[in-house]
């Protein structure tokens, strides 16, 4: 029997385990058995930590934006060199292809190298005194990004890599220092990654990896003084108590999402078909920018679900191991969530198309027709292989449905009619609005936002690095 592995955390630059002497089980969602384990740290280590990066914080930030970067550089490269291994601990870990794995780390590599360069290109301005009325031409404003201080980055399960580094690599760019709190569920693979960031050499401090119950260490780490700002990426639930701890202090929240695909009646509905396929059912639809609803124009309703049915059913279900495009979920809990949604539709009079088998945590693609906004998963995001197809009359009830989500990360509008496109786009509450094709993180140098519930602040390489900084004014009185 092979002897699992007990992760240890990185203090300040040093692998060690907690003094707690205490572990958390990591258990894989489809491999059903222990993988292994992660350190349970304690508050005094929290202390410890958030204390090391003060000291190091202004010799990091004294470095030039080029000393920083060549340290960003040679982690990137280490985790390129890394890739097969990085992408199979993402696989074991929290059940993603082994395909989409290796993108991930890949994309990881792309970011944190065109971070680097991003910031090197951000540059300064300056401010005439007179041009502002009554304004002295003696007066020169001088303005500067200066770094805000320690960020605490917390990360989720479903891109435990990439959406890790897209934290990491602007906070450090900025010149700030780094506290790392990976998802339970996604901590493995967060150590991998940060191991490579230790083989990359960094000035000890600069970053501390801390896994840990969130009852112990949770709202500590939220409300401790020593933190001077926040990048989260999870639930709602949680975004929403991560903002009433913290105080006084920027915070960018990415969370849920119920994305709708909003399909008119002049749509491509082959080139629509395939859209929604990939957006609603890649990785078990465990994503924020997921397909989570259809609302689609009665009149192509019936010849659009003709369309889905087949390539539902043509999905390929099990094991990561296998290439599945829909795996087992995280855990029987968020399996259970999901069933619990599809069968209220079901008994308030949806019609099931396809899907709706189960085994253990393992759903079957389910497609539902005739969804109702009495139905829970006509507003409840799922974050699973499940789509609702709910038919309008007009393009102003799919904007008066969509709107009246909670949510508002992202939606998909499918048309031939440009302008019929950019009315819709006007009128639809979300953070970004993709006109005939899914909803999707990226590129990463796109700005990324949510609004309402789905989010707040705004991410994307240039926008990282402007929410990690602030501006810093000197003027320069010339007579």
Known sequence: MDVLTSYQAYFAGQWQESESQETIEIRSPWRHEVIGSVQS????EVDQAIAAAHRVQGSWANL???????YLDRWADEIEADVNALAMAVMDEVGKNFEDA???????????????????????????????????????????RVPLGTVLAISPFNYPINLSAAKIAPA???????IFKPATQGSICGIKMIQAFDRAGFPAGVLSLLTGHGAIIGDYLTEHPGINMISFTGSTQTGKHLSQKSIMIPLVLELGGKDPAIVCQNADLDRTAKNIIGGAFAYSGQRCTAVKRVLVNEAVADELVAKLKPAVEALKVGSPAEGSDVVPLIDDKAADFVQGLIDDALAKGATLVTGNQRDGNLLAPTLLDNVTPEMDIAWVEPFGPVLPIIRVTSNAQAI?????????????VFTQDIDEALEISRGVEAGTVQVNGRPSRGPDNFPFLGVKASGMGTQGVHNSILSMSREKLTVLNLK
């Open 41 to 44: 740290v304690t508050q005094n």
């Open 64 to 70: 030039s934006m080029n000393e920083r970067g060549q």
């Open 102 to 144: 290796k993108k991930e780390v890949l994309r990881t590599v792309d970011l944190i190298h065109y971070t680097v360069q991003e910031a090197l290109h951000m540059h300064g301005q300056s401010v005439r005194g007179d041009g502002f009325p009554g304004g002295s031409k003696d007066k020169l404003g001088i303005i500067t």
């Open 172 to 178: 450090l760019m900025a010149g700030n220092t780094v």
């Open 400 to 412: 008066d449905l969509a709107n009246r989500s909670d949510f508002g990360l992202q939606a998909s």
